[in-house]
């Protein structure tokens, strides 16, 4: 049965982590010497793309969108197929522990703007909170107002619907739908960020993260405080330590602690796992040795070319050009803020004001948007007003969700970039130590 059929996504949501997508590709790219120039030729030529509209920015949002910079929108669906609409292999699912194609949707559960500066500044990770209640481009479905995050299903579901209705080949309506999908997706994106250009798109699969971190495991993370979920499977004891793929699903995954720490988690706290990980991926990924095992090399251009989609323009050497840097830790990774919870039709949502949204969002990108307010004096207004904050629903996990086994933690120190909250900007250079 095709996984396209049921676009509505469960309310009991299970999420894929995108953050694999930029280390890998950037340390790909610019590694372009390790390997033999028909592999970089195969990749470039054979990963799926896209043919978007990529939004150019409004005017008044500042007049310096300097064209020599980059932004681009990493996108992580919580979809268990793969670009053609497939079953991952058996393996994978058993492996990561979130159900079978049966389970998940369309939804854009990761968000990430990577804004590379003209002359090689440090680059900017905005990460947008996947509940952040927000106008749908285009109103797909007929839906105005909802979580950013489903902007991609509704339009994909729109659109497939449509095509099917006039005759066109299922599986090529698919490929239209998703395109549809990631249109309005970028498009809601760019109008919630304030009429940001965004340049290009890289759309990973939760398959693509679990082979890219299969590729290169171990791989060294850091917790500030011992941690176990019954629903994510994590199982970690404090410190530095070295896990496997598998684990490092969980470790992206958990927002909450069910074990007798007492520690409290977030789907919050979950962001800040992605932005760490993303640091810890780069880490390994430079290190001597990666970019000239073949296998590897064979691996990760396989995973690219199956699991991930970019659109049209995206070219691989002259990105690697740009943003060569960001391997080398010339990041900062920040979360955008909310005002508080509320429950908009029957749904746990982020409420946020769009001013202090625009106005941070400027300051990161180094633009003046005309008529916003500082970040740190919001002004009035915006999707919603706060509400007092509350804890949403749990949902509930499989019982095919076992706790996985932690890793050994090493013999090192802890790292000296730590982080109790994640509001505080994360910077890259160092394994950093996180909740």
């Given at each position: 049965?095709?996984?396209?059929?049921?676009?509505?996504?469960?309310?009991?949501?299970?999420?894929?982590?995108?953050?694999?997508?930029?280390?890998?590709?950037?340390?790909?790219?610019?590694?372009?010497?390790?390997?033999?120039?028909?592999?970089?030729?195969?990749?470039?030529?054979?990963?799926?793309?896209?043919?978007?509209?990529?939004?150019?920015?409004?005017?008044?949002?500042?007049?310096?969108?300097?064209?020599?910079?980059?932004?681009?929108?990493?996108?992580?669906?919580?979809?268990?197929?793969?670009?053609?609409?497939?079953?991952?292999?058996?393996?994978?699912?058993?492996?990561?522990?979130?159900?079978?194609?049966?389970?998940?949707?369309?939804?854009?559960?990761?968000?990430?703007?990577?804004?590379?500066?003209?002359?090689?500044?440090?680059?900017?990770?905005?990460?947008?909170?996947?509940?952040?209640?927000?106008?749908?481009?285009?109103?797909?479905?007929?839906?105005?107002?909802?979580?950013?995050?489903?902007?991609?299903?509704?339009?994909?579901?729109?659109?497939?619907?449509?095509?099917?209705?006039?005759?066109?080949?299922?599986?090529?309506?698919?490929?239209?739908?998703?395109?549809?999908?990631?249109?309005?997706?970028?498009?809601?994106?760019?109008?919630?960020?304030?009429?940001?250009?965004?340049?290009?798109?890289?759309?990973?699969?939760?398959?693509?993260?679990?082979?890219?971190?299969?590729?290169?495991?171990?791989?060294?993370?850091?917790?500030?405080?011992?941690?176990?979920?019954?629903?994510?499977?994590?199982?970690?004891?404090?410190?530095?330590?070295?896990?496997?793929?598998?684990?490092?699903?969980?470790?992206?995954?958990?927002?909450?602690?069910?074990?007798?720490?007492?520690?409290?988690?977030?789907?919050?706290?979950r962001t800040r796992r992605q932005q760490a990980f993303m640091v810890s991926l780069a880490y390994k990924l430079k290190q001597a040795g990666t970019f000239t095992n073949p296998a590897t090399i064979t691996s990760l251009v396989g995973t690219a070319k199956q699991y991930i989609a970019v659109d049209d323009g995206f070219e691989f050497l002259s990105f690697a050009q740009q943003a060569s840097s960001l391997a080398g830790g010339n990041i900062t990774f920040t979360t955008l803020p909310i005002t508080g919870y509320a429950k908009r039709d029957g749904k746990d949502v982020n409420l946020v004001d769009l001013d202090q949204?625009?106005?941070?969002?400027?300051?990161?990108?180094?633009?003046?948007?005309?008529?916003?307010?500082?970040?740190?004096?919001?002004?009035?207004?915006?999707?919603?007003?706060?509400?007092?904050?509350?804890?949403?629903?749990?949902?509930?996990?499989?019982?095919?969700?076992?706790?996985?086994?932690?890793?050994?933690?090493?013999?090192?120190?802890?790292?000296?970039?730590?982080?109790?909250?994640?509001?505080?900007?994360?910077?890259?250079?160092?394994?950093?130590?996180?909740?």
């Open positions: 049965m095709s996984h396209a059929a049921g676009l509505t996504p469960r309310k009991r949501l299970r999420r894929q982590i995108a953050l694999a997508v930029v280390s890998t590709l950037v340390l790909l790219t610019a590694g372009t010497g390790a390997f033999a120039l028909y592999v970089y030729q195969d990749l470039n030529n054979n990963i799926h793309r896209s043919p978007i509209s990529m939004p150019s920015g409004k005017p008044d949002f500042g007049t310096d969108q300097n064209t020599d910079e980059t932004n681009i929108l990493i996108m992580g669906l919580d979809s268990r197929v793969d670009q053609n609409g497939k079953p991952f292999p058996e393996e994978i699912y058993n492996a990561i522990h979130a159900g079978d194609q049966g389970d998940g949707g369309y939804n854009a559960n990761v968000m990430m703007l990577i804004h590379i500066p003209a002359g090689g500044g440090r680059a900017q990770g905005i990460s947008i909170p996947r509940d952040d209640y927000a106008e749908l481009a285009g109103h797909p479905n007929g839906v105005k107002m909802s979580k950013i995050k489903e902007a991609y299903g509704l339009a994909l579901d729109e659109k497939l619907r449509e095509l099917v209705r006039g005759g066109m080949n299922r599986d090529e309506a698919y490929q239209e739908a998703r395109t549809a999908g990631r249109q309005a997706q970028i498009n809601t994106v760019s109008n919630f960020l304030g009429g940001v250009r965004i340049d290009h798109f890289v759309e990973i699969t939760m398959a693509a993260f679990y082979q890219v971190a299969q590729a290169v495991a171990p791989i060294q993370v850091c917790l500030n405080q011992a941690t176990e979920d019954k629903y994510s499977g994590a199982n970690f004891p404090a410190g530095m330590q070295e896990i496997d793929a598998q684990q490092a699903m969980s470790f992206v995954r958990q927002r909450r602690d069910t074990g007798k720490s007492g520690l409290e988690l977030t789907d919050f706290d949204i625009h106005a941070t969002v400027a300051q990161l990108l180094g633009t003046t948007p005309s008529g916003s307010a500082t970040p740190e004096t919001p002004a009035t207004g915006g999707a919603g007003t706060a509400e007092t904050p509350k804890t949403p629903e749990t949902p509930q996990a499989p019982a095919s969700e076992a706790p996985a086994t932690p890793g050994a933690p090493s013999s090192e120190a802890p790292a000296d970039n730590t982080y109790h909250d994640w509001k505080e900007p994360l910077q890259a250079g160092s394994i950093p130590c996180v909740n």
